[in-house]
C-alpha cells in the first residue's frame, strides 16, 4: 500500500505563486507517473500536469509557461511549483501516482486565488 501526502495549498492574491508537494510512502517498489489534477467546484477534475520516471512532462495548455512540475526520485516526492496564480486556478488540486502498478490518489489541497 502506499500512501500520499500533500501540502502547500492555501490563498494566494492573483499574481502570486504556491507550490505543492506531494510525498509518497509505504511499501514502494516504483514510481512511474507522478501527476497533479485539480477540480473546482461543479467542474470536471483536470489534468494540469503529470510527469514520468524518465522526466518527460506534459501541461494541460491553461498552465503552460506558468505551472513546473517536478520530482525527487531519491525522496518519492512531487512538486507543482504554480506561479502567475489567477482566479481561474482556485480549485482543489489532487497528486496521483502510479506506482507498483496502481494508481493512488493524494487527499487533495485547496488552492484558493484572490484579492
Known amino acids: 500500500q502506499v500512501q500520499l501526502v500533500e501540502s502547500g495549498g492555501g490563498l494566494v492574491q492573483p499574481g502570486g505563486s504556491l507550490r505543492l508537494s506531494c510525498a509518497a510512502s509505504g511499501s514502494i517498489f516504483s514510481i512511474n507517473t507522478m501527476g497533479w489534477y485539480r477540480q473546482a467546484p461543479g467542474k470536471q477534475r483536470e489534468l494540469v500536469a503529470h510527469i514520468t520516471s524518465g522526466g518527460t512532462t506534459n501541461y494541460a495548455d491553461s498552465v503552460k509557461g506558468r505551472f513546473t512540475v517536478s520530482r525527487d526520485n531519491a525522496r518519492n516526492t512531487g512538486y507543482l511549483q504554480m506561479n502567475s496564480l489567477n482566479p481561474e486556478d482556485t480549485a482543489v488540486y489532487y497528486c496521483?501516482?502510479?506506482?507498483?502498478?496502481?494508481?493512488?490518489w493524494g487527499q487533495g489541497t485547496q488552492v484558493t486565488v484572490s484579492s
Open positions: 496521483r501516482v502510479l506506482a507498483n502498478g496502481f494508481v493512488y
